[in-house]
């Protein structure tokens, strides 16, 4: 099993980083092999450095075998410059607007999620054991008792302002500025997305999502009347600005929907300069970002990363994210920083919900304040660190031979490649079966058919009986890529 590199971003030279820029645009399908590359005066143009940075990126790359120079013609690709997850070819670009119809069977893969006779593999749900939940629930029941009767009232659409200053607060090691007026509180991130979705776009619009992406924001697209563009992403950078300006040329897109951190199933992490790419880009098209950030305070042993939202001076980005991931996913609290899109997201709130339920609300922002939740979050990411390494070593170990997994560097959940003969569709009703579950790849796409040997599995929880069911799956997986062998 191979183990996707991360590249490193911050530290490389500038004439690397050009190279990278460049191969990812290659690996990625902007540039087929025998195309021929940009010139190095338009280059140099384009990323802002010497012609003579483009060319020692350019003699990088013939020396890696991805670029090959003609006399008197320029630069030309000799063979994509692939990472482990994008060899097998799934990730080329598509470039049409798809209508979403993987519904059932991402709804089976739902109530299968909340089935506790089943052995949970794939959910994106944490283990209630690392919560803190007797803390919460004294909380919820001391602040119930203080705010007596405002803990049983309406709030106003935009939700408890306590709770609002706090996230404020959280918000500035993520490169924002906010007052607790920029911000709604909604009923998890799922209502936050849906929200921004329904305040930028219109039925029968089209939406760029990175692909594979979360299949709950394919259903929530699909809901909506709206069309899913796919952008394949770098299983470490996720998906690249001159990729998505590409796109943006050749199609009419109506909002652009990312996780830029710690995406799922990815896990990647995309680089600041890439972020800030993205939203000037974005920003000249008018075309709004919705950003879901629900992993970003789960990074394994970086800092906190920014936002995209932190290079937003337009008010272009919708941020969404909630406490699902960190605290109580039960609770159904998260928020959204709408930008110049305030006035709709607060009255599609208040047409559909009025307001948030109050309580949880209150017991949230008496954790956040004097709960220890910085402490609760340093034990969180190193144990999501350990538990993806050993689910790792066990997909490695018990996998069919060629499986390949993305290495994230946030979140806790892992996307696994298997061989291609290997069906994930088949492989999940026969692992149900035997009493497991995990989410099978076809349900991340739009696309029929997409990811069909793939898989995501979760780190959320990890102990001897997960150990075991991934032991149990990777010999199913094993017998099914034997049969197809012969
Ligand atoms: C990327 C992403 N966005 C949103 C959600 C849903 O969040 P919530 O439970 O807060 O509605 C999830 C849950 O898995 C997710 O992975």
């Given at each position: 099993?191979?183990?996707?590199?991360?590249?490193?971003q911050?530290?490389?030279?500038?004439?690397?980083?050009?190279?990278?820029?460049?191969?990812?645009?290659?690996?990625?399908?902007?540039?087929?092999?025998?195309?021929?590359?940009?010139?190095v005066?338009?280059?140099?143009?384009?990323?802002?450095?010497?012609?003579?940075?483009?060319?020692?990126?350019?003699?990088?790359?013939?020396?890696r075998?991805?670029?090959?120079v003609?006399?008197?013609?320029?630069?030309y690709?000799?063979?994509?410059?692939?990472?482990?997850?994008?060899?097998?070819?799934?990730?080329?670009?598509?470039?049409?607007?798809?209508v979403?119809?993987?519904?059932?069977?991402?709804?089976?893969v739902?109530r299968?999620?909340?089935?506790?006779?089943?052995?949970?593999?794939?959910?994106?749900?944490?283990?209630?054991?690392n919560?803190?939940?007797?803390?919460?629930?004294r909380?919820l029941?001391?602040?119930?008792?203080r705010?007596?009767?405002?803990?049983?009232?309406?709030?106003?659409?935009?939700?408890?302002?306590?709770?609002?200053?706090?996230?404020?607060?959280r918000?500035?090691?993520?490169?924002?500025?906010?007052?607790?007026?920029d911000?709604?509180?909604?009923?998890?991130?799922?209502?936050a997305?849906?929200?921004?979705?329904?305040?930028?776009?219109?039925?029968?619009?089209?939406?760029?999502?990175?692909?594979?992406?979360?299949?709950?924001?394919?259903q929530?697209?699909?809901?909506?009347?709206?069309?899913?563009?796919?952008?394949?992403?770098?299983?470490a950078?996720?998906?690249?600005?001159?990729?998505l300006?590409?796109?943006?040329?050749?199609?009419?897109v109506?909002?652009?929907?990312?996780?830029?951190?710690?995406?799922?199933?990815?896990?990647?992490?995309?680089?600041?300069?890439?972020?800030?790419?993205?939203?000037?880009?974005?920003?000249?098209?008018?075309?709004?970002?919705?950003?879901?950030?629900?992993y970003?305070?789960?990074?394994?042993?970086?800092?906190?990363?920014?936002?995209?939202?932190?290079?937003?001076?337009?008010?272009?980005?919708?941020?969404?994210?909630?406490?699902?991931?960190?605290?109580?996913?039960?609770?159904?609290v998260?928020?959204?920083?709408?930008?110049?899109?305030?006035?709709?997201?607060?009255?599609?709130?208040?047409?559909?919900?009025?307001?948030?339920?109050?309580?949880?609300?209150?017991?949230?922002?008496?954790?956040?304040?004097?709960?220890?939740?910085?402490?609760?979050?340093?034990?969180?990411?190193r144990?999501?660190?350990?538990?993806?390494?050993?689910?790792?070593?066990?997909?490695?170990?018990?996998?069919?031979?060629?499986?390949?997994?993305?290495?994230?560097?946030?979140?806790?959940?892992?996307?696994?490649?298997?061989?291609?003969?290997?069906?994930?569709?088949?492989?999940?009703?026969?692992?149900?079966e035997?009493?497991?579950?995990?989410?099978?790849?076809p349900?991340?796409?739009?696309?029929?058919?997409?990811?069909?040997?793939?898989l995501?599995?979760?780190?959320?929880?990890?102990?001897?009986?997960?150990?075991?069911?991934?032991?149990?799956?990777?010999?199913?997986?094993?017998?099914?890529?034997?049969?197809t062998?012969?």
């Amino acid at each position: 099993m191979t183990i996707v590199s991360t590249v490193p971003q911050e530290k490389s030279l500038l004439y690397e980083q050009v190279a990278e820029r460049i191969s990812v645009m290659v690996s990625q399908g902007t540039f087929l092999s025998g195309d021929r590359l940009p010139s190095v005066r338009n280059l140099s143009q384009q990323f802002k450095v010497s012609k003579s940075t483009v060319m020692e990126a350019y003699s990088l790359l013939e020396d890696r075998g991805v670029v090959a120079v003609r006399p008197q013609s320029g630069y030309y690709v000799c063979q994509p410059a692939r990472n482990s997850l994008q060899e097998s070819g799934v990730n080329l670009p598509v470039l049409r607007p798809t209508v979403v119809t993987t519904g059932e069977l991402a709804l089976m893969v739902f109530r299968d999620a909340a089935d506790s006779r089943l052995i949970q593999l794939g959910a994106a749900i944490p283990d209630l054991e690392n919560m803190p939940v007797d803390r919460l629930n004294r909380m919820l029941s001391t602040e119930s008792r203080r705010y007596r009767q405002q803990s049983l009232a309406y709030e106003m659409p935009a939700g408890c302002l306590r709770l609002r200053t706090q996230i404020a607060r959280r918000m500035v090691t993520a490169g924002c500025s906010l007052s607790p007026d920029d911000i709604f509180v909604t009923n998890g991130c799922t209502e936050a997305v849906a929200l921004a979705l329904r305040a930028v776009c219109k039925q029968g619009d089209t939406v760029v999502l990175e692909s594979p992406t979360f299949f709950n924001t394919l259903q929530i697209i699909a809901s909506l009347g709206l069309k899913a563009l796919e952008i394949p992403a770098h299983p470490a950078l996720g998906i690249n600005p001159d990729t998505l300006r590409f796109v943006l040329e050749q199609n009419k897109v109506d909002a652009c929907l990312l996780v830029t951190n710690f995406s799922n199933p990815l896990g990647y992490l995309m680089p600041d300069s890439a972020k800030a790419e993205l939203v000037s880009l974005l920003a000249r098209h008018d075309i709004p970002l919705i950003e879901d950030d629900i992993y970003g305070e789960l990074a394994h042993d970086t800092r906190r990363p920014l936002v995209a939202k932190s290079f937003d001076s337009a008010g272009q980005v919708l941020l969404c994210s909630s406490f699902s991931k960190t605290i109580a996913p039960g609770y159904r609290v998260g928020w959204i920083v709408p930008g110049k899109f305030a006035p709709q997201v607060e009255r599609l709130k208040a047409v559909t919900s009025l307001t948030s339920a109050v309580p949880p609300q209150l017991a949230i922002a008496e954790y956040l304040d004097n709960g220890g939740y910085e402490a609760h979050l340093r034990r969180l990411r190193r144990l999501y660190a350990r538990q993806i390494a050993a689910l790792s070593q066990a997909v490695e170990r018990h996998f069919p031979e060629g499986t390949r997994c993305s290495r994230p560097e946030g979140g806790f959940v892992l996307w696994v490649e298997m061989p291609e003969t290997v069906d994930s569709v088949i492989l999940y009703e026969q692992a149900r079966e035997h009493g497991i579950t995990f989410a099978p790849g076809p349900i991340f796409s739009a696309q029929p058919g997409k990811f069909r040997n793939y898989l995501r599995l979760s780190a959320a929880s990890w102990s001897d009986k997960v150990a075991e069911g991934v032991e149990l799956l990777g010999r199913l997986a094993k017998e099914a890529w034997l049969k197809t062998a012969r």
